[in-house]
């Protein structure tokens, strides 16, 4: 690109990820134009979404929203979910999350710290490059990974069978757009590999590792050891 990255690309990125508004198709076309001038690999992948906005009702969007992301979804927004579950080191990963946010005075309004469009906001107003590649490289493209994933079809027919086993329904079935959320997340993961360098989830140093605590976690948050900065030891 020939410039030192902004990541301002990725708070505009985060509108695409946020429950949709009658502002949407408007933004979604400022990103188009944003990916064909830097991330040119990218625009394929975007194109069917930027379509479906410009000719879908407010309504369709927000189903279709909400039953990807939400009701019975296909994956879940939570980064610190999508990478821990439900083991010890979400919570600690989410309590500085928060930290982070606050420390820039990012607002989360009524999504966790953690959600992606959030974590996507949070890049341009980090001061920490280190912390910024960490996150990025770490958390970041790893979960995109796991959530795109989700989206395949094996997993897609697994998650049918599940529902019409536990709930004698299919909420996607019939749905020509079921998922066209997956092509967002191609699009910001061809980004993100643009910008920052992965580094594998397996890829464990002891006592430097940023997505493992050396112990665990008590209930009141706090522990005596040192962690990077992703996991930071955190005082009552």
């Known amino acids: ?9 990725y708070a505009l990125m985060a509108e695409t990820l946020r429950y949709p508004t009658a502002d949407t198709p408007k933004r979604v076309r400022e990103i188009a134009a944003m990916l064909e001038m830097r ?31 939400h009701v019975q979804a296909i994956c879940y927004l939570d980064l610190g979910y999508v990478i821990f579950g439900e083991d010890y080191k979400r919570g600690e990963f989410l309590v500085n999350m928060k930290n982070e946010q606050a420390m820039v005075g990012n ?11 959030n974590m996507l906001t ?24 796991k959530m795109l994933a989700e989206f395949t079809e094996y997993r897609m027919e697994l998650r049918a ?11 996607m079935e019939g749905q020509r757009s079921g998922n066209i959320y997956k092509d967002v997340l191609e699009s910001l993961l061809i980004m993100m590999n ?17 997505l493992r605590a050396d112990a665990p976690v008590s209930d009141c948050g706090t522990c005596s050891i040192t962690h990077s900065p992703l996991i930071k030891t955190v005082k009552p």
């Open 161 to 171: 069978k599940m529902l019409r086993k536990k709930h004698n329904a299919l909420i």
């Open 39 to 69: 991330y040119p690999d990218a625009v394929p992948a975007f194109e069917r979404f930027a379509k479906w906005t410009a000719e879908t009702g407010l309504h369709e969007m927000e189903e279709v929203y909400a039953k990807t992301f």
């Open 122 to 145: 949070l890049l341009p107003l980090m001061k920490d490059a280190d912390l910024r590649d960490e996150l990025a490289g770490r958390i970041m493209i790893p979960a995109l990974r």
């Open 1 to 9: 690109m020939g410039t030192v990255p902004t990541y301002a690309q």
């Open 194 to 210: 643009h910008d920052f360098t992965e580094i594998a989830l397996n890829e464990y140093r002891p006592g430097t590792d940023p």
């Open 107 to 117: 607002d989360c309004g009524t999504e966790l710290p953690d959600n992606l469009a």
